[in-house]
T-cell receptor
């Protein structure tokens, strides 16, 4: 069973609020990812990290920011939430398999609703 | 830029039929990795397989099999003797060796009818 945890699982907030979605993994994986997924829809990569102090933007433009100060922790922050940010946010981590990226382990997701 | 296309948005088959889910990818790298994931109605993403670009051998795991063809840039997934529990959204994904981005296709929603 994967040891990757996301909190909160569900969050309903008003427009303009600052929120942070937490993601932690206990597997010691260097690579971590944030995906955005609307129900039944494709996963869009919004941020990823190769390791501590490394963060990169994904293919989907996002107003969120991330940080990677510790290997196990990869929080995502929205400074001012808007209704367009309503979605499910999935955190994942991966170890390398020799070369390249191995299996992604996903958290259970954080479902955000902005009113 | 890397790209994954799953042209089949939704497929419905009757239980026990075989079904193939298509995946076509684009990449400029010679070294890359392909994946399939399953997302059942409960929502969690389940890893099914990873294949690197140098290994074109087809793979079989129980009722599941994968056909990797570099000549057509395809990595298709077949379920033999489908079961209702196979109903899910299936995602194909690609990672290039130049970076560690993993890009997903739009997914194929598979309905297995009893």
């Amino acid at each position: 069973e994967a040891d990757i945890y996301q909190t909160p699982r569900y969050l309903v907030i008003g427009t303009g609020k600052k929120i942070t979605l937490e993601c932690s993994q206990t597997m010691g994986h260097d690579k971590m990812y944030w995906y955005q997924q609307d129900p039944g829809m494709e996963l869009h990569l919004i941020h990823y990290s190769y390791g501590v102090n490394s963060t990169e933007k994904g293919d989907l433009s996002s107003e969120s920011t991330v940080s990677r100060i510790r290997t196990e922790h990869f929080p995502l922050t929205l400074e001012s939430a808007r209704p367009s940010h309503t979605s499910q946010y999935l955190c994942a981590s991966s170890e390398s398999w020799g070369t390249g990226t191995g299996e992604l382990f996903f958290g259970e997701g954080s479902r955000l609703t902005v009113l | 830029a890397q790209k994954v296309t799953q042209a089949q948005t939704e497929i419905s088959v009757v239980e026990k039929e075989d079904v193939t889910l298509d995946c076509v990818y684009e990449t400029r790298d010679t070294t890359y990795y392909l994946f399939w994931y399953k997302q059942p109605p409960s929502g969690e993403l389940v890893f099914l397989i990873r294949r690197n670009s140098f290994d074109e051998q087809n793979e079989i795991s129980g009722r599941y099999s994968w056909n990797f063809q570099k000549s057509t840039s395809s990595f298709n997934f077949t379920i033999t003797a489908s079961q209702v529990v196979d109903s899910a959204v299936y995602f194909c994904a690609l990672s290039e060796d130049r970076d560690d981005k993993i890009i997903f296709g739009k997914g194929t929603r598979l309905h297995i009818l009893p």
